[in-house]
């Protein structure tokens, strides 16, 4: 190990890494934005071109990704300026780091609301929830209420703040390895009691049955926004986590675990979710707040159910942390790299501006009708910051890193950083022609289009 390596600490094992890449990717992306993404454009036809973008663009740009960061130990700005100092590359990294607190500041908001609704049900406020509309009226009180929202979002900051702080550490390690493995099983359980519950089959045929009649241009839109959100790709948290991985790994098996079990826990998500939705009348499209309105009908018709729905909240929660974790360490890491901040006063600073950020999004399911409806009656702030960060800066970004992989840097650097020490790059040829030919013109050809039908939100 080389001394910028033991500065900078590595994840424990391969394991480890794996664990810290998942635990960024698996998050509210997979089960809070997938489920209704998927309800708001059709389905199954969605969830086909989903994985299909998890293959075709996300893997290879995670591979990217990663032997960059590997190779240059870096933050992306500093990443990309290592490489080719005095080109314009740094600011692809640029648009990363304000991606990164863009994202996190809504993103803080959910996961807020995931402790919120923790708190809300060992109170026993779900004890007599029968219907769909019982608990989506019980959601609309809940987000209408500003401080609770504000001050809910306040502390998922706080939370994140204090892992950060600490650097990047064994803690994500030890926790993921335990707790994510029970939300898979936690899964598998409401799935089941979801499909097998009265009127299910509606919903089954909805998200697994493809109706090609609801393909558009803006189905690939948002699925490709999607696919890199749920992947933590296009703002360079991976060149970030990559820079803390072991020569010895192979990054490229690492790539293709996170990408699986990334795609896996989406598709049960969503399995938990669409059979009850239909089975309770609710509307697929129906928004950011499916989760918070379908989990919890589902456990009122399960035995033992509040104990459940307190646990998957939880869960839900600490998934999440180890996403906005993720997303807080891009701009820390460029404020201690690039500009030599302490580590204290980056993770403060940038932990006070997220919170500031993200206050017009705390308030903006419910409680500020101003910013409830700033671009469509049912289309808000949140939404609004969602789809700009979380769709449209990274399509931009993962535009140019594979740009970047492909013919800047290179095809035959990047193999040369994975095949280090003996690894074996699977399927390289395969990986050169994606990142140089369908990653770049596929990202660019959905781009124009949204723009040039002005279909942005
Ligand atoms: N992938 C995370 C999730 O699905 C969100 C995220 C996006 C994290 C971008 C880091 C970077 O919840």
Redesign the pocket.
Known sequence: MSSTEIDRGNWGSKLGFILAAAG???????IW?FPYVAGQNGGAIFVLIYVIFVVMIGLPVMISELSIGRRTQKNPVGAFKVLFPKSFWKYVGGLGVIT?IG?LSF?AVIAGYTVGYFIKIILGDFNHVLTGDQSAAIFTSFTANPYVSISLLFLFVLLTVMVVMGGVSAGIERWSKILMPILFVLLILLAIRSVTLKGAGAGLSFYLKPDFSKLSLTTFARALGQAL?????G?G?MITYGSYISKKDNLVTSAAYVAFF?TLIAILSGLVMFPALFAMGLDPAGGAGLVFVVLPSIFAKMPGGMIFGAGIFLLLAVA?LT?TI??LEVPVAYFVDEHKWTRKKAVIWMGVITFIIGIPSALSLGANSVLSTIIRKDFGFLDMMNAVF?NYS?SIGAFFISIFAGYKWGVHAVAKEIEQEGSIFYYKKLWMFIIRFICPIAIFFILSYIAWTGNYF
Do not use: E, K
Request: proline fraction near 0%; hydrophobic fraction near 45%.
């Open positions: 960024s990717a698996i998050g509210l992306g997979n934005r990164g994202i993103y959100f749920s992947l933590s790709l703002m948290t990334d999440a996403s993720s997303l979380g990274l």
